[in-house]
């Protein structure tokens, strides 16, 4: 009976022992995301897709979700700063709107306070109206806008974001002063969709990743996109096409928690490199419209260093600083 029992615990043994080489070896548990902003936004969009595409590459067990939105996603960039310290499984979505946000408001805290991770893709801005709006064409709207500048409302992201500091640029390609320019402010994509789709706002602007599954519904009608130059899966003529030199794209990318050791970094910045492979986050680059570019650490925090230089002297050349 002993050998028998001694026989077992040795297979007992030898299972336990190859279960572990097969589980995968995941490099996070549950990743906890900042989103900056509200639910449906920008950085809530790209928090849930590389949080599904990280468990998908198994670098994560699990995923949650915080929204904290409001100063161009500076409250969250505090909310999250002060209570992850030494976490490497906490993650803040960030972009060139928190960068642009921090200029203005000059918060206690600002990205300096976190670890950078990685930028992930760049996106670029459409401008659309509703189905029903009389504007049938780019034309169709710069005309009027030129004519009566007060009577266009422009909704988008906060106040100094990408979204703003792109209208007020085509504002002055046109003539039109800065102070003419009706911008309305919101804190997320969800709350500005819903007020466009309603007909308070005359123009839309933002991301494609945002906007698309109106656009494709026929509920928004694109009249131009802010990109270099055309966007596969967009149709629609870029501004520069049109006659104006004016590009209005976002990055959005990753900070992790302050003191990190340097093991922990490059753990997170593998793992969230790793979920950019997966297929996932391929679909999602597709259907968005995204661009990769994928910058980690180091390099990663001297471009937004840069970042903080260009976003400040261009807030300051359309009036917004």
């Not at 548990?29 to 449906?40: I, R």
């Not at 004519?147 to 100094?160: C, E, H, L, R």
């Not at 804190?187 to 819903?194: I, N, P, R, S, Y």
């Not at 520069?240 to 030199?245: A, I, L, P, Q």
């Given at each position: 009976?002993?050998?028998?029992?001694?026989r077992?615990?040795r297979?007992m043994?030898?299972g336990?022992?190859?279960a572990?080489?097969?589980?995968?070896a995941f490099?996070?548990?549950?990743?906890k995301?900042?989103?900056?902003?509200?639910v449906?936004?920008g950085?809530?969009?790209?928090?849930?897709?590389?949080?599904?595409a990280?468990?998908e590459?198994?670098?994560?067990?699990?995923?949650?979700f915080?929204n904290k939105g409001?100063?161009?996603?500076?409250?969250?960039?505090a909310?999250?700063?002060n209570?992850t310290?030494?976490?490497?499984?906490?993650l803040?979505?960030?972009g060139?709107?928190?960068?642009?946000?921090?200029e203005q408001?000059?918060?206690?805290?600002?990205l300096k306070?976190?670890?950078?991770?990685?930028?992930?893709f760049?996106?670029?801005?459409v401008?659309?109206v509703?189905?029903?709006?009389e504007f049938?064409t780019?034309?169709d709207l710069?005309?009027a806008?030129?004519?009566?500048?007060?009577?266009?409302?422009?909704?988008?992201?906060?106040?100094?974001?990408?979204?703003?500091?792109?209208?007020?640029?085509?504002a002055?390609?046109?003539?039109v002063?800065v102070?003419?320019?009706?911008y309305v402010?919101?804190g997320?994509g969800?709350?500005?969709?819903?007020q466009?789709?309603?007909?308070?706002?005359k123009v839309?602007t933002?991301g494609?990743?945002?906007?698309?599954?109106y656009?494709?519904?026929?509920?928004?009608?694109?009249?131009?996109?802010?990109?270099?130059e055309?966007?596969p899966?967009?149709?629609a003529?870029t501004?520069?096409?049109?006659?104006?030199?004016?590009i209005i794209g976002?990055?959005?990318g990753?900070y992790?928690?302050?003191?990190l050791?340097p093991?922990q970094?490059?753990?997170v910045i593998?793992?969230?490199?790793a979920a950019?492979?997966?297929?996932v986050?391929?679909?999602?680059?597709?259907?968005?419209a995204?661009?990769p570019?994928?910058?980690?650490?180091d390099?990663?925090?001297?471009f937004?260093?840069e970042e903080?230089?260009r976003?400040?002297?261009m807030?300051?050349k359309?009036g917004?600083?």
């Amino acid at each position: 009976m002993s050998a028998m029992i001694h026989r077992f615990s040795r297979c007992m043994a030898a299972g336990l022992t190859a279960a572990v080489l097969v589980a995968p070896a995941f490099a996070l548990d549950t990743v906890k995301f900042m989103a900056p902003g509200s639910v449906g936004g920008g950085y809530d969009q790209t928090a849930r897709v590389l949080g599904k595409a990280m468990v998908e590459a198994n670098t994560a067990k699990s995923v949650t979700f915080e929204n904290k939105g409001g100063a161009g996603g500076t409250l969250g960039l505090a909310q999250f700063a002060n209570s992850t310290k030494g976490d490497p499984n906490a993650l803040l979505v960030v972009g060139a709107i928190m960068v642009a946000g921090i200029e203005q408001n000059k918060p206690q805290i600002s990205l300096k306070d976190v670890t950078p991770i990685a930028r992930l893709f760049t996106e670029y801005n459409v401008i659309a109206v509703r189905k029903e709006s009389e504007f049938k064409t780019l034309d169709d709207l710069i005309k009027a806008f030129k004519d009566k500048p007060t009577s266009i409302t422009w909704g988008g992201g906060s106040k100094g974001s990408v979204d703003h500091i792109g209208i007020a640029e085509l504002a002055g390609k046109l003539d039109v002063p800065v102070n003419k320019v009706n911008y309305v402010a919101f804190g997320g994509g969800g709350e500005v969709v819903a007020q466009a789709l309603g007909g308070q706002l005359k123009v839309i602007t933002g991301g494609y990743a945002e906007l698309g599954q109106y656009i494709k519904t026929g509920q928004f009608r694109v009249l131009a996109i802010g990109a270099p130059e055309r966007v596969p899966g967009i149709d629609a003529p870029t501004l520069k096409e049109s006659g104006y030199d004016v590009i209005i794209g976002n990055w959005r990318g990753v900070y992790g928690a302050a003191g990190l050791t340097p093991e922990q970094r490059k753990e997170v910045i593998d793992a969230v490199v790793a979920a950019t492979n997966s297929k996932v986050w391929q679909d999602n680059i597709q259907a968005n419209a995204w661009t990769p570019s994928v910058l980690t650490g180091d390099e990663f925090g001297k471009f937004v260093e840069e970042e903080h230089v260009r976003l400040r002297a261009m807030l300051v050349k359309v009036g917004l600083l």
